[in-house]
């Protein structure tokens, strides 16, 4: 089975600065894919960004971008020039090739706050 | 035009109450799933179905049953709630195979009383 780890409960970061919410994972999977889900106060999830496993650059879509590192495990998402509306819960997912069906595993999430 | 939506948003009900939360999807995709978010914000699958037939059960209480009348809708039906069922439901969909990528519907909020 499948685990997702987010380490930092909270966290806070001031407008317009960088910030990095940190997220590892086990599996003995060697396709996979990756995922940071934003859930803002209205409890939509959002997806921000998808890594597939087998590709090596990572993925960024304009301010966020994630450092992906497969020997590791790890996959951290890196938001640049933050702004009020990024404030949210933040969910690092799992997802295992599967043509039966595309489960996500989700870590605990970790709360960013946004702050002027 | 809401890509999943589900119904209702809210849902407030006594303990062993039975109730229904329906879902339904128009993208055209061939997976449906409910996740559950518990009062600490952690996210599990409950069910998967592809093509209306079960294909996940996450070891959830018998008091759940799903129902798939087609590949457009994935309906939770719950029996005898307890306070421990109150959570925020989500139904999201799939094509397997495809860009996979999961969307979710906006959840529904269950309090048990």
């Known amino acids: 089975a499948q685990t997702v780890t987010q380490s930092q409960p909270e966290m806070s970061v001031q407008e317009a600065e960088t910030v990095t919410l940190s997220c590892t994972y086990d599996?003995?999977?060697?396709?996979?894919?990756l995922f940071w889900y934003k859930q803002p106060p209205s409890r939509q999830m959002i997806l921000v960004i998808r890594?597939?496993?087998?590709?090596?650059q990572n993925a960024t879509e304009n301010r966020f971008s994630v450092n992906f590192q497969k020997a590791a495990k790890s996959f951290s998402l890196k938001i640049s020039d933050s702004q009020l509306g990024d404030t949210a819960m933040y969910f690092c997912?799992?997802?295992?090739?599967?043509?039966?069906?595309?489960?996500?595993?989700f870590g605990g999430g970790t709360r960013l706050m946004v702050k002027p | 035009d809401t890509a999943v939506s589900q119904t209702p948003k809210y849902l407030v009900t006594q303990m062993g109450n039975d109730k229904s939360i329906k879902c339904e999807q128009n993208?055209?995709?061939?997976?449906m799933y409910w996740y559950k978010q518990d009062s600490k914000k952690f996210l599990k699958i409950m069910f998967s179905?592809?093509?209306?037939?079960?294909?996940i059960n996450e070891t959830v209480p018998n008091r759940f049953s799903p129902k798939s009348p087609d590949k457009a809708h994935l309906n939770l039906h719950i029996n005898s709630l307890e306070l421990g069922d109150s959570a925020v439901y989500f139904c999201?969909?799939?094509?397997?195979?495809?860009?996979?990528?999961?969307?979710f519907g906006s959840g529904t909020q269950l309090s048990v009383l």
């Open positions: 999201a969909s799939s094509q397997v195979g495809a860009y996979e990528k999961l969307f």
């Open positions: 599996t003995s999977e060697n396709n996979y894919y």
């Open positions: 890594q597939e496993a087998y590709k090596q």
């Open positions: 997912a799992f997802m295992k090739r599967n043509n039966a069906g595309n489960m996500l595993t």
């Open positions: 993208l055209g995709h061939d997976t």
């Open positions: 179905y592809n093509n209306k037939e079960l294909i």
